[in-house]
């Protein structure tokens, strides 16, 4: 759920398996080894991004948004399954 704000800033919901209401199913682990990278420029949200990736079982790797984005995820070995990437970087 993304929530714009009249000034240009945004709100973000992000729903991960095992975290959701009691009533919808569960799909706790779905996220097992799977490498994802995640791209924000305020390095907050990207740690708390990296820690629930992380309790649901997933390898996240932080890539830095300064510079080459796309070399630094290319660069990765082996490669992400998913990338997570804040559409906005260094629009503030």
């Known amino acids: 759920v993304v929530e714009r704000a009249p000034l240009g800033g945004a ?18 682990g779905a996220l097992q080894d799977v490498r994802v990278a995640v791209v924000d420029d305020d390095p907050r949200v990207q740690r708390v991004v990296c820690r629930l990736l992380e309790a649901d079982g997933a390898v996240a ?26 559409l906005n970087l260094g629009a503030r």
């Open 11 to 28: 709100r973000m919901e992000v729903w991960f398996p095992g975290t959701a209401p009691a009533a919808a199913p569960s799909h706790a």
């Open 61 to 86: 790797v932080a890539v830095p948004p300064g510079g080459d984005v796309a070399g630094a995820l290319l660069s990765l070995c082996p490669p992400p399954a998913l990338v997570l990437m804040d």
